[in-house]
């Protein structure tokens, strides 16, 4: 079903987010910030985070079993789904994904190419149940490595093969964890170390504030209604926009309307220029006022500026 940009909502919108970063520099504890957040640990390394910050969590040893327990019935004490990692979750998914098809893999145990694209689309239709289905915010967790790129340093995922790719493209926000000094920070911009991913004006370099004893864990909760907020106010901003358009519309089919022949068409035609347009009025009522005096058979003197 076709529909219009004026029909958009303010609903509030989950989001999919994906964070890297060395390992040991907090990405866990970063991730389960997020709000009422359930720890996909599939990384085996709830032991590594602060108690104070542990999450609720589940230790997946296959695919199938992160498939049995993200279902609706086990997750409504929930609102954030942390995948910690996204290069163990994609290991999980490399088995899993032969047993589904043979072709799927190598005579080692290892993916064909086909395999490659078969996990990239099963770790994207994932997101995508998670987000669409399972209506959660969802936070994938990846380590990064270095690459050099002639004489500079770039950071990437740790990923195999072609996934590296596919695992960017379900996310709303994504970026790299880095220290500077004793600050950590998380990057939403795109710059000469790495590739990343803002928007609804969350991007650039963002301090992660140093968590000290009995600070709440918040920082995902306190984004993501940020992001909320800018979804919110982009609504408000484009609903007055549409009335004016739905206005200018109506007011310009009015005047449309009223031209019979070449005297109402001049008398008109000043009125359709006074109209004040807003998005795509002005383009569609022209076309239509076209229209009109075509049907009529009028044309445009123009050294009288009048039709005739």
Not at 46 to 57: C, G, L, N, S, T
Not at 279 to 308: C, F, I, M, P, Q
Request: with cysteine; proline share 4%.
């Amino acid at each position: 079903m076709i529909r219009q940009p004026s029909e958009t909502t303010a609903k509030v919108k989950k989001i999919r987010m994906l964070i890297a970063g060395y390992p040991g520099i907090g990405k866990s504890t970063l991730g389960l910030s997020a709000p009422r957040a359930l720890h996909i640990d599939i990384d085996h390394g709830i032991d590594r985070i602060e108690p104070m910050y542990r999450r609720p969590y589940i230790q997946p040893q296959s695919y199938d079993e992160v498939l049995n327990d993200l279902i609706p019935e086990n997750l409504t004490d929930f609102d954030s789904l942390v995948f910690d990692t996204g290069g163990k979750l994609i290991d999980l998914m490399k088995p899993w994904a032969i047993k589904q098809d043979p072709k799927n893999g190598k005579r080692d145990g290892s993916l064909s190419l086909q395999g490659y694209g078969f996990v990239g689309r099963e770790f994207t239709r994932l997101m995508d149940y998670c987000f669409y289905q399972l209506d959660k915010h969802v936070v994938v967790l990846f380590h990064a490595v270095e690459d050099k790129d002639g004489d500079a340093t770039r950071l990437r995922l740790m990923v195999e093969g072609g996934t590296k790719n596919s695992v960017w493209l379900p996310m709303d926000l994504g970026g790299f964890m880095e220290m500077f000094g004793n600050d950590r920070t998380l990057g939403l911009s795109n710059c000469e170390r790495y590739y990343a991913k803002g928007t609804r004006g969350i991007n650039g370099v963002l301090k992660i504030p140093a968590l000290q004893p009995g600070d709440p864990n918040t920082f995902l909760t306190r984004l993501f209604e940020q992001y909320q907020k800018k979804n919110e106010a982009d609504a408000a901003a484009f609903a007055e926009m549409n009335e004016a358009y739905e206005n200018a519309m109506k007011r310009g089919q009015e005047i449309i309307a009223a031209v019979k022949d070449a005297d109402s068409a001049n008398i008109n035609m000043s009125l359709f220029k006074d109209i004040h347009h807003a998005l795509t009025s002005e383009r569609e009522l022209k076309v239509a006022w076209n229209r009109r005096v075509k049907e009529l058979g009028l044309t445009y003197d123009a050294e009288t500026h009048a039709y005739k």
